[in-house]
């Protein structure tokens, strides 16, 4: 009787999920606190677009560096070094007592939350077959979700009672108890113990000629930068990921702002967004993976979905219209652009997988992040000085519609790029 197989893979990826979630609660922290730290220390929307810069291009940076090290010293090794970073970069927060303090803080959560996807996704490519990479990649990424949702149903109740540098620390220390269970849980799936013959055949199923382990035939790192796939993954972030940065540290402003609505008065609001996104996150692996099944080869699977995520960012101009009539029309608005972005992202980011070799899936995701931060750090500015201009007009939601705008349009001009570049998105053959 033929032996049963075994499931572990989703173990691991339910651990890269915590991972995920841990990631973006503590990034989300700040923007959630906005409020009471402003009146603390001064700041006008040009510093807090500052603060926010300090960390998209801290993380930039640490994304051109973390890549490289996880694909250099392993999936294993490098997740634990990224998190026991971040953890104690996120908790020194609650050490600052000045703007340039914040900015200083948040440069080294950049740099250290950068180790993240890299790994991450690296863990997907050498755990599942090509055909389940989107579902895999979609479920962990979700924790992005689950972590922003978490924020504020938590920090603000957590500020409030023992003030902010609490939420700081008690944040940072979720880090700290993952890192028993990886250290506990994790090795390569060829060797792992729960991992049986049938399991194992069927991750290798589709990349039969290419190992699992960290021993794979690598790729220069600039011999990188001469393939078109690269710049297909690398300009589709530097596009999209810039409009999740934007959701993620100005959509409780623009309550604020439109809505008058502040502290723990925006929990329900917020949460809702990121429960939405996270169903966006799922289903965005979800329908490639039905396609493949269907008979359809797994670029045009990837790129019909993605095209599909795309037209649904587009609603979200309408934001402002829709909450003129009802507040909880524009915050479902804003989820759709939310859950359309998830969608996308579990897809853009199993392109790597889909056309790079395990050994180079770091330094590329690496590359493509950096990219995106890049894009953050453009649209931050550029929301700072906007809403700084329409605030002194007295007409900030002119700013908030500009933005919306630009947000709603990024995947489509992404999409036509990355087809353009890649038609067919070809495997890199080593």
């Not at 990424?141 to 003030?163: D, K």
């Not at 690598?218 to 690398?234: C, E, I």
């Not at 993605?306 to 402002?320: E, K, S, T």
């Not at 199993?350 to 649209?379: H, Q, W, Y």
Request: one cysteine or more.
């Amino acid at each position: 009787m033929k032996n049963e197989k075994t499931k572990y893979r989703w173990t691991i990826c339910g651990l890269v999920f915590f991972a995920t979630t841990i990631n973006y609660l503590d990034r989300a922290v700040i923007s959630l606190l906005k409020g009471p730290l402003e009146l603390e220390f001064g700041w006008s929307e040009s510093d807090y677009a500052n603060i926010v810069i300090a960390f998209q291009l801290s993380y930039a940076i640490g994304l051109l560096l973390m890549g490289p090290l996880v694909d250099k010293i392993g999936t294993k090794m490098g997740y634990a070094l990224a998190i026991i970073g971040w953890s104690f970069a996120a908790g020194g927060h609650a050490l600052v007592s000045s703007t340039l303090g914040f900015i200083v803080a948040r440069a080294a959560l950049g740099i250290t939350e950068a180790g993240n996807f890299p790994a991450a996704i690296k863990t997907v490519a050498e755990w599942f077959p090509k055909k389940e990479r989107a579902l895999a990649t979609g479920l962990f990424n979700s924790g992005a979700n689950v972590g922003a949702i978490l924020a504020p149903l938590t920090v603000p109740y957590i500020a409030a009672t023992w003030g902010w540098e609490w939420a700081f620390i008690l944040t940072a220390a979720t880090g700290f108890i993952w890192l028993i269970f990886w250290f506990k849980s994790y090795s390569a799936p060829a060797v792992h113990p729960k991992v049986n013959s049938e399991e194992l055949a069927h991750i290798n199923s589709d990349t039969a000629a290419e190992p699992t382990t960290d021993e794979s035939p690598k790729l220069p790192w600039f011999s990188l930068l001469g393939f078109r796939q690269t710049w297909a993954f690398v300009l589709g972030k530097f596009l999209t990921d810039p409009v999740w940065w934007f959701y993620l540290f100005w959509l409780p402003s623009f309550l604020k702002a439109e809505y008058q609505m502040d502290n723990t008065a925006i929990a329900i609001p917020v949460a809702l967004v990121y429960m939405m996104s996270t169903v966006g996150s799922v289903v965005g692996g979800w329908l490639p993976l039905c396609f493949i099944k269907s008979g359809w080869p797994v670029f045009r699977s990837r790129k019909t979905a993605m095209f599909i995520y795309a037209l649904g960012a587009l609603p979200v101009m309408l934001a402002q219209w829709l909450g003129s009539i009802n507040m909880w029309l524009a915050v479902l608005i804003i989820g759709l652009a939310a859950a359309a972005h998830q969608a996308w992202s579990a897809n853009i980011f199993t392109t790597v997988s889909d056309m790079f070799p395990k050994s180079s899936v770091g330094s590329v995701t690496g590359l493509g992040g950096m990219a995106g931060a890049l894009g953050g750090i453009l649209i931050a500015k550029m929301a700072g000085l906007l809403f700084d201009h329409y605030k002194a007009l007295g007409k900030i939601e002119a700013g908030y519609f500009i933005m919306f705008l630009v947000c709603s349009m990024a995947y489509l001009v992404a999409w036509g790029i990355m087809h353009l570049l890649v038609p067919k998105m070809k495997e890199i053959k080593v």
